[in-house]
């Protein structure tokens, strides 16, 4: 199985600050990735797929990079309603697997 | 695009239970769905995929005690679940193919 790694496990940041969210997979996943941010009591909703592909409707503060083993979340210019959990996952073999999450607090 | 889950609740360990999912907006037969799961305060957990075939994988912690299946006239998919464990409780998403549509997920709770 194909291990994904996040990182932080949290993070706090000022309004309006830039914040980046890491995720390391076990093995190259030739960007079949994608990012997920969950709010509480809410399911999980695509952001980014193909590793930097913004999904339909997302703002264009948040976008995605990376290749290979190391691929990374950026959200630009933090909103309030940004606040969530991030997930990435891997799409490229199966079983699909998802990091840790990323709680992200508004300072 | 609606995926509308049902059938959760509370269930002793060993015992069996089985959700739906009821999709809307999309032609459900096209489309390969899954089943995730999210235990409470935990992170995502894929359990299992169907293919517009039926064709299916699974996650080998749910292998040979789960049973994923679809009724394309119906535009449902189901998950059946059996011999329940307790680290079986979790919040069970339905999802599209490309995990761009969730449900809200069904409550299933293995306690005693």
């Known amino acids: 199985d194909i291990q994904m790694t996040q990182s932080p496990p949290s993070l706090s940041a000022s309004l309006g600050e830039t914040v980046t969210i890491e995720c390391r997979a076990s093995e190259d996943i030739y960007n079949g990735l994608a990012w997920y941010q969950q709010k509480p009591g809410k399911s999980p909703q695509l952001l980014i797929y193909?590793?930097?592909s913004l999904h339909t409707g997302v703002p264009s503060r948040f976008s995605g990079s990376g290749s290979g083993t190391q691929y990374s979340l950026k959200i630009n210019s933090l909103q309030s309603e940004d606040v969530a959990s991030y997930f990435c996952q891997q799409y490229y073999n199966y079983p699909l697997t998802f990091g840790s999450g990323t709680k992200l607090e508004i300072k | 695009v609606q995926l509308v889950e049902s059938g959760g609740g509370l269930v002793q360990p060993g015992k069996s239970l089985k959700l739906s999912c009821s999709a809307s907006g999309f032609t459900f037969s096209s489309y390969g769905m899954h089943w995730i799961r999210q235990a409470p305060g935990k992170g995502l957990d894929w359990v299992a995929y169907?293919?517009?075939?039926?064709?299916?994988v699974y996650a080998d912690a749910v292998k040979g005690r789960f049973t994923i299946s679809r009724d394309n006239a119906k535009n449902t998919l189901y998950l059946q679940l059996n011999s329940l464990k307790s680290e079986d409780t979790a919040i069970y998403y339905c999802a599209r193919y490309d995990l761009d549509a969730w449900g809200q997920g069904a409550s299933v709770t293995v306690s005693s």
């Open positions: 193909n590793a930097n």
């Open positions: 169907i293919s517009s075939s039926s064709g299916t």
